[in-house]
């Protein structure tokens, strides 16, 4: 994907994605959730991220970080990160470090979840 202009979408605004991912940063996987959130949060759509297994490793992407502090709701797994050897300290409030029951909580709420795995 290029840098140009993302022009919104007006029938997306407040609808809801869901986005699981679940392969390290070195996955193609990575980038496609990072266009796709960014995408999706220029259009104004309530977007949600969730990082888990070997995903949580892109949580050292400051990218996604941006895409946080932009409106992105950044959901780590508390123990992926434990099994990873990823810490969880120095993160802001826009980051929450949570258990499967918030991800259950994502897939119900949205209008579309994918998973990247």
């Known amino acids: 994907?290029?840098?140009?202009?993302?022009?919104a979408n007006p029938t997306l605004a407040n609808k809801k994605l869901g986005l699981l991912l679940s392969t390290s940063p070195e996955h193609p996987n990575a980038e496609t959730v990072y266009h796709l959130s960014k995408t999706a949060l220029a259009n104004k759509v309530d977007t949600y991220l969730y990082f888990?297994?070997?995903g949580v490793k892109n949580l050292e992407d400051r990218r996604f970080s941006e895409l946080a502090k932009d409106g992105l709701k950044l959901f780590?797994?508390?123990?992926?990160?434990?099994?990873?050897?990823?810490?969880?300290d120095g993160y802001g409030k826009e980051v929450t470090f949570c258990?499967?029951?918030?991800?259950?909580?994502?897939?119900?709420?949205?209008?579309?979840?994918?998973?990247f795995n």
């Open 1 to 7: 994907m290029d840098s140009t202009t993302i022009t």
């Open 52 to 54: 888990i297994d070997e």
């Open 76 to 88: 780590v797994c508390a123990y992926g990160c434990q099994q990873h050897h990823i810490s969880t």
């Open 99 to 115: 258990g499967l029951v918030i991800l259950s909580n994502i897939i119900d709420g949205c209008d579309r979840f994918l998973a």
